[in-house]
Nanobody, 124 residues
Framework: QVQLVESGGGLVQAGGSLRLSCAAS????????MGWFRQAPGKERVFVAA????????DVADSVKGRSTISRDNAKNIVYLQMNSLKPEDTAVYYC?????????????????WGQGTQVTVSS
């Protein structure tokens, strides 16, 4: 079992940056592949980025590629999503997710544990 708590969201102007954090509690964080997803109003929750359990492999959605980086600190049980050059279309609730396995995984159905989400709003 793992509990996830996101932080770092907020209101930012277009072109700005945010770093989202996801703190995990529970055992064996380094056994979990981690992912970030986002859900805009009226839309489905979609993949943003994922990282393998060791942190050696990452995967980023085309919509944020070149602007976002996922990383993790297994000693601190934290995964990060650094987002730069933010656009209004990045506005969404961002969710952290975890699943046992090497990863990284894009499919949200593979993730067993989810945080409550953090709101990111990008103004034009």
């Amino acid at each position: 079992q793992v509990q996830l708590v996101e932080s770092g969201g907020g209101l930012v102007q277009a072109g700005g940056s945010l770093r989202l954090s996801c703190a995990a509690s529970g055992r064996s964080f380094s056994s979990y592949s981690m992912g970030w997803f986002r859900q805009a109003p009226g839309k489905e929750r979609v993949f943003v980025a994922a990282i393998s359990s060791s942190g050696s492999t990452t995967d980023v959605a085309d919509s944020v590629k070149g602007r976002s980086t996922i990383s993790r600190d297994n000693a601190k049980n934290i995964v990060y999503l650094q987002m730069n050059s933010l656009k209004p279309e990045d506005t969404a609730v961002y969710y952290c997710a975890a699943t046992l396995g090497l990863g990284p995984y894009r499919s949200r159905t593979l993730y067993n544990y989810w945080g409550q989400g953090t709101q990111v709003t990008v103004s034009s």
